[in-house]
């Protein structure tokens, strides 16, 4: 009988076991995804700082949200601390309006063009950063903006968009 006992001891520290494992588990995938909600939530501050103070946008506010996929990645070579880096970046648009859409199609390649010249500018500091990522965001759009008022009169881009994010 008391050869019972010891393995009724046994099988409750298994079980014991079992139960800190299931613990320790959830733990990490409740941290992992408490950790991407971060990561992928927008910044309000950053946000409110990205805003472009123009009409088109803000009387385009209540028109359906469109998604322009630039045709290729940026693919551009930036200066790190101990050696150079390739960074790879996939980026879409979002504009209000199909009026907005089209311009900002047939303006691809002046588009393209701004945001290569302000992602080569950048530093391998600021990538690193999740802050820096959406500064980067920010002079992005701000920028192209900029450039397609100039050109178009219209600042069509609501938001800059990394769909991929790449950095060797």
Same mark, same amino acid.
Do not use: W
């Given at each position: 009988?008391?050869?019972?006992k010891?393995?009724?001891?046994?099988?409750?520290g298994?079980?014991?076991?079992?139960?800190i494992?299931i613990?320790?588990?959830?733990?990490?995938?409740?941290?992992?995804?408490a950790?991407? $909600?971060f990561?992928?939530?927008?910044?309000?501050?950053?946000?409110?700082?990205?805003?472009?103070?123009?009409?088109?946008?803000d009387?385009?506010?209540?028109?359906?949200?469109?998604?322009?996929?630039? #045709?290729? #990645? $940026?693919?551009f070579?930036?200066?790190?601390?101990?050696r150079?880096?390739?960074?790879?970046?996939?980026?879409?648009?979002?504009?209000?309006?199909?009026?907005?859409?089209?311009?900002?199609?047939?303006?691809? #390649?002046?588009?393209?063009?701004?945001?290569?010249?302000? $992602?080569?500018?950048?530093t391998?500091?600021?990538?690193?950063?999740?802050?820096?990522?959406?500064?980067?965001?920010?002079?992005s759009?701000?920028?192209?903006?900029?450039?397609?008022?100039?050109?178009?009169?219209?600042?069509?881009?609501?938001k800059?968009?990394?769909?991929?994010?790449?950095?060797?």
């Amino acid at each position: 009988m008391a050869d019972d006992k010891d393995l009724k001891i046994e099988e409750k520290g298994k079980g014991n076991k079992k139960i800190i494992i299931i613990a320790v588990i959830l733990v990490l995938a409740l941290a992992g995804g408490a950790a991407a $909600f971060f990561l992928l939530s927008d910044d309000s501050a950053v946000a409110d700082s990205a805003e472009v103070a123009t009409e088109t946008v803000d009387k385009s506010a209540n028109q359906t949200a469109y998604y322009v996929a630039m #045709p290729r #990645p $940026f693919v551009f070579n930036i200066i790190g601390l101990k050696r150079e880096r390739l960074v790879q970046i996939k980026v879409q648009l979002m504009v209000r309006g199909s009026d907005n859409q089209e311009l900002a199609k047939a303006n691809i #390649p002046l588009i393209e063009s701004t945001l290569l010249q302000v $992602f080569s500018a950048t530093t391998e500091q600021q990538l690193a950063t999740y802050e820096g990522k959406e500064l980067l965001r920010s002079d992005s759009l701000t920028n192209v903006n900029d450039i397609l008022t100039k050109y178009t009169g219209v600042a069509a881009i609501e938001k800059i968009l990394f769909s991929g994010f790449v950095m060797q």
